[in-house]
């Protein structure tokens, strides 16, 4: 299987307003007040994505502020300088597409998207969100009220709440541990003022990564750029890494809870994004629980019977990232099922990984990556997400190849790397 290759070539282009580069159909460029846009040109579809990415999120926060981030993004977008939140989501879909806003855990995004013929207007509305937003008081209570009521769905669902926990129990200290939607008691304390306070840390040129996906023209773009987000200040404060590093528990914690279904979460710490191991970890997940071929499904699933829902979660973090080992199953098998979990990962341990197996996994992660970039809202979010996250914002052609070269012996190296002192969450229905 081909996979089509971003970068072709590097050109680079000395402007008296900006620097850039341009690589295939992507073109980077640093505006004179230090934001960074990536264009990426895409004739095929008649549409156009935006993404507006802050190096910000819970990974920024800490047991006092957690939620702060996402509680900012999903009000910014309930009125600006020009718009009420109503009339910015008409004006959106006026020029076929919409705007919305959200804090994650590696970054906050501004997202929109419109009729390629529409991309001017579109990134004036990004623009007027980055730069204008009023934080209006009844929206701000609004917002709080609904996300409380997340919080409060999450904490009853019993697999978000067994994650959640693990999490907890696996990142310790570190910021990594605190939920994305907060904590109920910050964001029940949470004042207008100090989500602007937050905003203007966020909303700097150096902090921001602005790209654009579509049947655009890149230099056009850049001086559209240049002009609508002329006014967004630089410098402050730059943002680092958490000071504290992870502390995972190594224990196993058992929970009873009002549920159908019992779940059984093992989990480790694994490499984030920048790391040498990171492919071969990606490899060792999908080779495990990625399809009905991996050994979760076809071991526990399929020969023991033992799991209603099954699979290993490697989420992409800039720091450590979770390696997550996961099953569902009734009350009377949970014994049976923790077993068979642990049994599979101390086996790839122990005996390693063949190499069919592994050209299986590599071509599940490489099929999962070509089918994840599809759409230009897509594209738009992988380049700032991954030139925020410090890695390039050609990342994932790197990716691809560093996938197609990972061999069993390396699947085998990071299974004993990794794959030790579980940290476990049993989740069990109330009897």
């Known amino acids: 299987m081909r996979f089509p290759l971003l970068v072709v070539g590097l050109l680079v282009l000395v402007l008296t307003e900006a620097t850039s580069a341009q690589t295939g159909n992507v ?31 819970s990974r920024f926060e800490t047991p006092e502020t957690a939620g702060i981030t996402n509680f900012l993004q999903r009000t910014t977008v309930r009125g600006t300088a020009h718009f009420t939140g109503t009339r910015l989501a008409d004006a959106a879909e006026r020029l076929g597409g919409n705007i919305d806003a959200s804090g994650d855990i590696d970054f906050a995004e501004i997202s929109a998207r419109a009729l390629a013929r529409n991309w001017e207007a579109l990134l004036g509305l990004v623009a007027e969100v980055a730069l204008t937003p009023t934080l209006p008081a009844a929206e701000v209570d609004r917002e709080r009220r609904l996300i409380l009521s997340q ?21 310790g200290p570190h910021p990594y541990a605190l939920p994305n939607l907060g904590h109920r008691a910050v964001v029940e304390r949470l004042t207008r003022e100090e989500l602007l306070a937050h905003y203007h840390a966020l909303y700097r040129a150096d902090r921001l990564v602005l790209a654009v996906s579509g049947r655009v023209e890149h230099d056009r773009v850049r001086r559209a750029a240049e002009r609508l987000f002329a006014k967004l200040p630089g410098g402050g404060t730059p943002s680092t890494d958490p000071a504290v590093a992870p ?68 989420p992409a973090r800039i720091g450590p990232a979770p390696i997550v080992a996961y099953l569902g199953t009734v009350r009377a098998s949970a ?61 994932p052609d790197r990716y691809a190849r560093a996938l197609a070269a990972v061999t069993a012996a390396d699947v085998t190296a990071v299974a004993r790397r990794y794959l030790v002192r579980p940290t476990s969450v049993i989740l069990l229905p109330r009897e």
């Not at 980077?28 to 993404?51: F, H, I, K």
């Not at 809870?257 to 979460?265: E, G, I, K, M, S």
Request: hydrophobic share 45%.
């Open 247 to 314: 502390v995972p528990s190594a224990q196993r914690r058992v929970m009873e809870r009002a549920a159908q279904q019992a779940q059984v979460l093992v989990g480790y710490l694994g490499p984030g994004v920048g790391d040498a191991d990171y492919a071969a970890v990606k490899v060792m997940s999908a080779l495990l629980g990625g399809g009905m071929s991996g050994r979760f499904f076809t071991e526990l699933r399929d020969v023991q019977g033992l799991a209603y829902s099954l699979g290993v979660m490697n």
């Open 27 to 57: 073109s980077r460029y640093t505006l004179p007040n230090g934001l960074r846009l990536l264009v990426r040109e895409d004739s095929s579809a008649g549409v156009v994505a935006v993404s507006l990415q802050s190096r910000a999120g």
């Open 335 to 395: 014994a049976a099922a923790e077993a068979g979990v642990i049994q599979q990962l101390e086996r790839i341990r122990t005996e390693g990984a063949t190499d069919d197996e592994v050209a299986r996994a590599r071509a599940y992660q490489l099929g999962v990556l070509a089918m994840d970039r599809r759409t230009n809202a897509r594209h738009a979010w992988y380049l700032a997400f991954y030139e925020q996250a410090g890695v390039g914002w050609d990342f």
């Open 151 to 171: 919080i409060q769905t999450r904490g009853d669902n019993p697999f978000p709440l067994a994650f959640d926990t693990l999490l907890t129990d696996l990142y």
